[in-house]
């Protein structure tokens, strides 16, 4: 493999990453790891449209007829990685 990989399947990968990114000659640069690392956080949670205001019509909908829960369908639980061992990695990174 040369490169940062299309796609990542588990957290294994994402260890695998981290340790070629430690190393001089990897090819795996550390700032895209870090920015994968932010995206897979970033997309943790996601907004849906409260109870109370499903039946108003879409044109009606305010910012407040929304809020921000857990997305189950989030890569990071799809990986089975936390956010605490995200930025354990983050921190291991960033001494390189």
Known sequence: MRGFPKTIGTKQDILNLVGLAEQDDGGIESEDL???LDNLIATKRHYVVKA??????TEEQTPD????VDNPNS???????????????KAQLEEV
């Not at 007829?65 to 921000?68: A, F, H, Q």
């Not at 890569?75 to 990695?89: A, F, K, S």
């Open 65 to 68: 007829d929304y809020e921000l």
């Open 75 to 89: 890569d990071m639980i799809r990986l089975g990685i936390t956010e605490d061992e995200i930025n354990q990695i």
């Open 34 to 36: 870090i920015n994968f």
């Open 52 to 57: 109370e205001a499903a039946e108003k019509p």
